[in-house]
């Protein structure tokens, strides 16, 4: 049982509710207890209570990351359960759902329940299992989804890699309509892809390296729509990068078929532009994109087409980013960024108000999954983020606590420090900066 706490003085950020005010939050038993007065009265007399100043700071529900991957079990020298959630929680995020494409991949029940038990013995915070689509995301033959549901898994998808074939997509469409959970397709078309490692565009010709064309995506997304809307099957859209998908997103929506949608701070603050230095820390997939479909970007995340913001969390070793561009992995880390980066990308231009980007960080990403939370309503557990908006950090990836530290964004100044998380009222994270000072 954790001690009871109240932060105190902080400006209460619970967008889902509609509050923003400087007040008190109680916590008690691992729960929302009340904010101010509204809480009961014998708690806020209670002596016991550690009382920690957040004077100046933000303080909202925990955030939500509905794209991690924690590579355990099978890659374990990339990170490990432990060592991500660690991370996570340094960036604020207090439940992240990991994706299945480890080694084996989580495509049966044995291995869903090992990482449902490693999260329990070594996780700092809540980890929402995924399931793959396919067995060993192979494209060929579908999982078990009712038995792989009911030992935990929140959604199915074999990201990495899409769901080809059509007909496997609409079965699985079909199948997991009862069971209320969405598949989250990794929107590429595999032909159109080939072997490609940047955008197609002005940047791949200058460079030499060979292009992904955007409509590697949107077909994708295109034929997503009509299945969806044929069977009445949730689509999640990850990563989203291009813009035809952003429209396409928007048309479905129009149409009332079940699609959503998220996107990575990485595609909003940068283009293709990134890749001319040949960093292999800007190769990720889907590829940095051009200028415009950033600007598609930023408007989807602002009229609600792109439904939650997300990170896709994906850690490699030194040995492995360290060599030429065309043979390194795709993907950066972006657990530790996050919350700077978009606060970068989307409150400091005056695209969202701070509020709204909370809201895509914590009650959007638990909607797109069916699941209710992400709100501080007295009695839900008690998984809190603290931040000062203002206060500025320098990002130094020596610093992370991921195992990994392939990124482009190493001597960026951001702002969003994270003073403290909570997981079920206990603290997971506590910043060695004081709340309230710079």
Not at 188 to 200: F, M, R, T
Request: glycine content about 10%; hydrophobic content about 40%.
């Amino acid at each position: 049982m954790t001690n009871p706490l109240c932060l105190r003085g902080g400006r209460v950020l619970d967008p889902a509710r509609g509050i923003d005010r400087v007040q008190d939050l109680w916590i008690e038993d691992g729960k929302i207890a009340g904010l101010g007065e509204d809480a009961p009265a014998a708690l806020r007399g209670n002596k016991a209570v550690e009382i920690i100043d957040v004077k100046g700071a933000v303080v909202c529900p925990g955030l939500i990351d509905i794209h991690v991957h924690l590579r355990e079990p099978g890659q374990e020298e990339k990170e490990t359960i432990a060592t991500g959630t660690r991370a996570a929680v340094r960036g604020g995020f207090t439940t992240v759902a990991c994706m299945p494409n480890t080694s084996p991949p989580l495509d049966d029940r044995p291995r869903v329940e090992y990482v449902v038990r490693r999260a329990r013995e070594s996780g700092a915070c809540h980890v929402l299992p995924i399931g793959a689509v396919t067995i060993g995301q192979e494209g060929n033959a579908l999982v078990e989804f009712e038995d792989l549901a009911s030992a935990g898994v929140i959604a199915f998808t074999d990201d990495g890699k899409p769901v080809k074939n059509a007909e496997i997509m609409r079965r699985a469409l079909e199948l997991t309509k009862p069971l209320g959970v969405p598949i989250i397709q990794h929107a590429e078309d595999p032909d159109l892809k080939g072997n490609g490692v940047v955008h197609e565009g002005w940047v791949s010709t200058r460079t030499g390296l060979k292009g992904i064309p955007d409509t590697a995506e949107s077909v994708m997304v295109a034929r997503d729509a009509l299945l969806a809307e044929a069977t009445g099957g949730r689509v999640h859209v990850a990563h989203m990068s291009a813009a035809r998908t952003v429209e396409i997103l928007r048309r479905a929506k129009e149409r009332g078929i079940p699609m959503t949608g998220e996107t990575t701070p990485h595609h909003l603050v940068l283009t293709d532009e990134a890749v001319a230095t040949y960093d292999t820390n800007t190769k990720m997939n889907p590829p940095l994109r051009s200028a415009r479909d950033r600007e598609a970007l930023l408007q989807g995340v602002v009229d609600g087409t792109i439904d939650c913001l997300a990170t896709d969390h994906a850690p490699h070793t030194d040995i492995d980013k360290d060599g030429d561009f065309d043979n390194a992995p795709f993907g950066i880390v972006g657990l530790e960024t996050a919350l700077g980066l978009y606060l970068k990308a989307l409150v400091e231009p005056k695209h969202l108000s701070l509020s709204d980007l909370i809201l895509r960080m914590t009650r959007n990403p638990l909607a797109v999954l069916g699941r209710e939370g992400g709100t501080l309503a007295a009695g839900l557990p008690a998984d809190v983020t603290v931040f000062d908006p203002e206060q500025r950090w320098t990002v130094r990836a020596e610093e992370f606590a991921s195992k990994a530290k392939n990124m482009p964004f190493e001597g960026w100044e951001l702002s969003g420090t994270i003073l403290l998380t909570l997981v079920g009222g206990r603290i997971a994270y506590r910043a060695e900066v004081p709340a309230g000072r710079a």
